[in-house]
C-alpha cells in the first residue's frame, strides 16, 4: 500500500469540514499520547513516523460519525485531564496475548478492568470484524497479505493479530463510546457495509491510489 502519503484529508467541500477536522484533532492527540508510550529497549521506530500514523488512524476514524467521533475526542481529553494515556494501555493490553508472562508480571495491575457483561459486548463486536477482514483478505487477497494477522490464536512477541488489536483498543473505550461504536458496525452490517473494506479503501487513497483494485494491482 505504497505511495505519496498524505497527512492531511482531502476535502470535497465546506460540509466536509467540520468532520475532516475533528478526524484530524483525534489523530493528533493520539499521536501526542503515543510519542508517551514507553516501549522495553527504546523507542519504536514508528513512533518516529507521523505520516505512517496518520494515515493509518485517519483511515480508520474516518468510517465513524460524528457522534462517534465526539465520544472518542471526550474519552482522549478525558484520559489527558486524569493523567491516563490511552494509547499505552492499549498497547499494554496487547501484551496478554503477545508476551502473557511480562503483562501479568509487570502490566496487568495498571490496565483498565472490563467486566464480563462489557467483555460479552466486545466478543459480539469483534466477532463481526473478524468476520469482514476474512471476506476482505479472500476478495483482495494482495492487500489482505499486507494487513495483520487476523486471530488472536496467532499472536507472537513480534506479531499482534487484528482481533487481539481491537479488543485491546475497544477496552480503553468509555462504555458511551463503546455503545455508539457498536450501533455503527451493526448499522453497517444491517446495511451490508464492510467497515474493513472502508478503512483499507481510505487508506490506499491517501496513499495515493484512487481505488481497491487499483492498490490491488499495484502490490
Same mark, same amino acid.
Given at each position: ?136 483478505? #479472500?476478495? *483482495?487477497?494482495? &492487500?489482505?497479505? %499486507?494487513? +495483520? ?11 499482534? /493479530? ?16 463503546? #455503545?455508539? *461504536?457498536?450501533? &455503527?458496525?451493526? %448499522?453497517? +452490517? ?11 479503501? /481510505? ?17
Amino acid at each position: 500500500m505504497s505511495g505519496n502519503t498524505e497527512t492531511e484529508i482531502p476535502q470535497a467541500n465546506s460540509k466536509a469540514k467540520a468532520f475532516t477536522k475533528l478526524v484530524e484533532t483525534i489523530v493528533m492527540t493520539e499521536w501526542a499520547q503515543f510519542q508517551e508510550v514507553n516501549n522495553e529497549g527504546g523507542p519504536a521506530n514508528c513512533q518516529g513516523n507521523w505520516p505512517t500514523f496518520f494515515q493509518m488512524r485517519a483511515s480508520q476514524f474516518m468510517t465513524w460519525n460524528t457522534v462517534l467521533l465526539e465520544s472518542y475526542q471526550a474519552d482522549l481529553d478525558r484520559a489527558n485531564e486524569t493523567g491516563r494515556n490511552l494509547l499505552t494501555e492499549k498497547y499494554g493490553l496487547m501484551m496478554a496475548t503477545t508476551d502473557p508472562e511480562y503483562f501479568h508480571k509487570n502490566l496487568e495491575a495498571y490496565m483498565p478492568r472490563i467486566n464480563e457483561i462489557r467483555r460479552e459486548q466486545q466478543e459480539r463486536i469483534i466477532t463481526i470484524q473478524v468476520a469482514w477482514a476474512y471476506d476482505f483478505r #479472500d476478495r *483482495y487477497p494482495k &492487500l489482505g497479505d %499486507a494487513m +495483520r494477522v487476523l486471530r488472536t490464536s496467532e499472536d507472537t512477541p513480534e506479531a499482534t /493479530s487484528f482481533e487481539t488489536y481491537l479488543r485491546a483498543e475497544m477496552s480503553t473505550y468509555s462504555q458511551t463510546t463503546l #455503545d455508539h *461504536y457498536q450501533d &455503527l458496525i451493526v %448499522a453497517d +452490517r444491517e446495511a451490508g457495509l464492510n467497515i474493513t473494506e472502508q478503512t483499507i479503501l /481510505s487508506t490506499v487513497r491517501l496513499g495515493g491510489f484512487s481505488s481497491l483494485e487499483e492498490a490491488e494491482a499495484a502490490q
